[in-house]
């Protein structure tokens, strides 16, 4: 089983949608995650921190749950700017970070 | 803002030849990355860094891959004999402190085309 499995997209909404994007995690020993969002070509920029049952930051909100191994992110009043791909990474007590193919979202006028 | 910078932005190269690939990470960080990402494809990690030595490297960093702080500042990922499939974007990463909550800051990139 992979490690992180993301629904892979692409998401086409129009700008005003809300938006949600789930994420499946195989080790259940993760204790927290992050949200990183990618432009085409950039580097990965952190969104959000997940590390209890979920975290709001403005439009974006993030849930956990650790029995289903699943963490979900929404987007309300999607703008156009928010087109991007979204990944969902969990916390590895190294340091790595493991990358799924992530989620891709593109808002339209 | 502090960040992480990165040199070339763009490396293009003659398979066989030795790339450097540069970063500087942020100057109170104590643990560096490297990943890179095919065109296509997903950020895949390549080695971490800590106490100038490496804490965990990935299968795809084999012997033609070497890491080094030379400074104190810069963080070097040295490929020593490019293949074509080494094109890729190469990222570079820094963190304050291994904690659970803690972001990685990664770098713009290098492009490297191996032609």
């Known amino acids: 089983r992979k490690e992180v499995e993301q629904d892979p997209g692409p998401f086409n909404v129009p700008e005003g949608a809300t938006v949600a994007f789930n994420c499946t995690y195989s080790n259940s020993a993760s204790q927290s995650f992050f949200w990183y969002r990618q432009d085409c070509r950039k580097e990965p920029k952190l969104l959000m921190s997940?590390?209890?049952s979920g975290n709001e930051d403005g439009r974006f909100t993030a849930q956990l749950n650790r029995a289903s191994q699943y963490i979900s992110l929404l987007i309300r009043d999607s703008k156009l700017s928010d087109s991007a791909t979204y990944l969902c990474?969990?916390?590895?007590?190294?340091?790595?970070?493991?990358f799924g193919q992530g989620t891709e979202l593109s808002v339209k006028p | 803002e502090p960040e992480v910078t990165q040199t070339p932005s763009h490396q293009v190269t003659q398979m066989g030849q030795e790339v450097i690939l540069r970063c500087v990470p942020i100057?109170?960080?104590?643990?560096f990355y490297w990943y890179r990402q095919i065109l296509g494809q997903k950020v895949e990690f390549l080695v971490s860094?800590?106490?100038?030595?490496?804490?965990?490297k990935s299968e795809i960093f084999d012997d033609q891959f070497s890491v080094e702080r030379p400074d104190g500042s810069n963080f070097t990922l040295k490929i020593r004999s490019t293949k074509l499939e080494d094109s890729a974007m190469y990222f570079c990463a820094s963190q304050g402190e291994l904690l659970s909550y803690n972001e990685q800051f990664f770098g713009p990139g290098t492009r490297l085309t191996v032609l």
């Open positions: 100057s109170n960080h104590l643990y």
């Open positions: 997940v590390y209890s």
């Open positions: 990474v969990p916390h590895n007590q190294g340091g790595k970070l493991i």
């Open positions: 860094f800590y106490n100038n030595e490496i804490s965990e």
